[in-house]
Structure formats: C-alpha cells, structure tokens
Nanobody, 123 residues
Framework: QVQLVESGGGLVQAGGSLRLSCAASGRTFSNYAMGWFRQAPEKEREFVATISQSGGTTYYADSVKGRFTISRDNAKNTVYLQMNSLKPEDTAVYYC????????????????WGQGTQVTVSS
C-alpha cells in the first residue's frame, strides 16, 4: 500500500509557474513509477506526465510537453511537477499516482492515487 499526498497548488497568473509535490509513504518509493493527472470541472481525468522508477524515462501529454517537467527524489520519497508558462486551460485538480510501470501510468492506470491539489490559472 502507498499513501500519496499532493501539495503546491494555488492561484497563478497565465505565464506563471508552480511546482507541485507528491510525498509518498507506505512502501519503498523507488519500486514505483509515478505520474501526474489532472481533472478540470466537467471533464474526464487526463494524463499529464509520468516518470519511471529510477527517473530515467519520462512521458508527457502533448498539451504540456515543453512546459512541464516531472522529476523525482527517491531519497525524499517525493515526485515533483514543475509547471511553467501556465495557461488558463491548465486549471484543474492535479492528482499524483503510483504504479509498477511508467507505461501503465501513461495509459491511466496507476494503482494508488493522492487526494489532489487545486491549480488555478487566471487570464
């Protein structure tokens, strides 16, 4: 079992930046690939980014590629999402997920979810 807690969300103007964090506990963090998803009001939850167990492989949704960066610090049991050049359409609740393989997370099937953190980007 893995417990995930997101933090770092907030209100930012378009073009600004935020850094989200997801702290994990319960099992060895390095055994899990990690990912970020988001869900805007009245929309389905969508994949944002994922990172492999070692951090050597990453995947991004086309909508965030070049603007967002996922990283992890296994010593701190934490995964991050650096979000730059934010757009109003990035407004959503962002969720952290954990699973055995990055490609499985990419398809939207993490085994564990955090509670989410709100990101609001104003125009």
């Amino acid at each position: 079992q893995v417990q995930l807690v997101e933090s770092g969300g907030g209100l930012v103007q378009a073009g600004g930046s935020l850094r989200l964090s997801c702290a994990a506990s319960g099992r060895t963090f390095s055994n899990y690939a990690m990912g970020w998803f988001r869900q805007a009001p009245e929309k389905e939850r969508e994949f944002v980014a994922t990172i492999s167990q070692s951090g050597g492989t990453t995947y991004y949704a086309d909508s965030v590629k070049g603007r967002f960066t996922i990283s992890r610090d296994n010593a701190k049991n934490t995964v991050y999402l650096q979000m730059n050049s934010l757009k109003p359409e990035d407004t959503a609740v962002y969720y952290c997920g954990a699973g055995p393989l990055a490609w499985r997370i990419r398809t939207g099937s993490p085994d564990y979810w955090g509670q989410g953190t709100q990101v609001t980007v104003s125009s």
